[in-house]
């Protein structure tokens, strides 16, 4: 069965500092894979989404950035958190190939910018 | 573009209660259609889903049936449940090789014993 982990679970980061969220999924080869971000109250943002190793395609213009270095692994980065990063980060995939399946969320990530 | 329009929030309800959290979509086409919950401090779970006119889809006593004349996806509970308290949100997709899904902004509900 397919599994989808993100961490960390919670982060407290000052303003200014860097970011980094990594997403893994295991089970499955070659997925489509996303990056959301869900603002205190508000619906969801997606954010990015591969479908592939180092393709990476940007939503959302900001100071986040994605990478996919491997198959089933995609990082969340910042060089330098604004407040407005604050927000609970979730991480989800579907299966490649232009179906349309389920798509599968991980448990989130608790960004606090202070 | 495509969009989803929910109800807007917070539905508050007693156990056993009726349920409805209505959904309607913009799309050019016929998208698949989804119901996600999210329970307080986790990740979005598929509840159910419909990728056909007519089709309805039902998991856990919810239930929501795709209606293109109406372009809808109601979701529909006879008798809720403390444990049903979450957020709830309507999606569709188009598929295709970037499968991107647009959500409404989600729905707050409260079930009180």
């Known amino acids: 069965s397919q599994t989808i982990h993100q961490w960390p679970a919670t982060l407290v980061q000052p303003v200014g500092s860097p970011l980094s969220l990594e997403c893994t999924v295991e089970g499955t080869s070659n997925p489509n894979l996303y990056w959301y971000r869900q603002a205190a109250g508000r619906g969801l943002q997606l954010l990015f989404y591969s479908v592939g190793i180092g393709q990476i395609s940007s939503e959302v213009p900001q100071n986040l950035s994605a990478s996919r270095p491997q198959d089933r692994q995609f990082i969340l980065s910042s060089k330098k958190l604004l407040l407005s990063d604050s927000g609970f980060y979730l991480c989800a995939w579907t299966r490649g190939g232009g179906s349309t399946d389920t798509q599968y969320f991980g448990p989130g990530t608790r960004l606090t910018v202070l | 573009g495509d969009s989803v329009t929910q109800m807007e929030g917070p539905v508050t309800l007693s156990e056993e209660a009726f349920l409805t959290i209505n959904c309607t979509y913009t799309?050019?086409?016929?998208?698949?259609l989804f119901w996600y919950v999210q329970y307080p401090g986790e990740g979005l779970q598929l509840l159910l889903k419909?990728?056909?006119?007519?089709d309805k889809g039902s998991n856990k006593g919810f239930e929501a049936t795709y209606r293109k004349e109406t372009t809808s996806f109601h979701l529909e509970k006879g008798s809720v449940q403390v444990s049903d308290s979450a957020v709830y949100f309507c999606a569709l997709t188009f598929g295709g090789s970037n499968y991107k899904l647009t959500f409404g902004k989600g729905t707050l509900l409260t079930v009180n014993p």
């Open positions: 799309a050019t086409g016929y998208p698949s």
């Open positions: 419909a990728t056909k006119a007519d």
